[in-house]
């Protein structure tokens, strides 16, 4: 991937190590990225960068990440941003939950980051990363 193409990314999860290899990763691939710890901080987060794509975790303190997602696919935008769930939850009805919630996809921890940029690939073009999501 081009860094030329790549997007704002905004990583929720309560885990501090975790989120340090998530943006050693993705910023090496040329996203602008901002990171949360908690739900409310996500959407705060969220509504004050409107980023082009959103990795939450599901099981997060103050407001669970589905609750986030709910939240984002709720607000009134031009264009949605990729909302994508990295949790430890990995039961068929765990992944149906997620997808009910608004997330495009479900990712299981320790989830395989190559296939979560694929994704992230696949959804350029999508909304154009100069508009605001």
């Not at 669970?64 to 949605?80: L, M, Q």
């Not at 909302?83 to 765990?94: E, G, K, N, Q, R």
């Not at 919630?101 to 350029?124: N, R, W, Y």
Request: glycine share 4%.
């Amino acid at each position: 991937m081009s860094t030329a193409k790549a997007g704002r990314l905004l990583i929720a999860d309560d885990d501090p190590n975790l989120l340090v290899v998530y943006v050693v990763f993705f910023e090496a691939y040329g996203y602008a990225i901002q990171t949360a710890t908690n739900g409310l901080d996500a959407l705060a987060a969220y509504r004050a960068w409107r980023p082009h794509i959103v990795m939450l975790d599901i099981e997060m303190p103050h407001m669970d990440g589905r609750a986030v997602a709910r939240e984002i696919r709720r607000i009134n935008i031009v264009c949605s941003p990729l909302l994508l769930a990295v949790t430890a939850l990995s039961t068929p009805i765990d992944r149906a939950e997620s997808l009910k919630a608004g997330f495009d996809d479900h990712f299981v921890k320790p989830a395989q980051l190559p296939a979560i940029l694929a994704v992230m690939a696949s959804h350029e073009g999508r909304c154009p990363l100069s508009a605001s999501c």
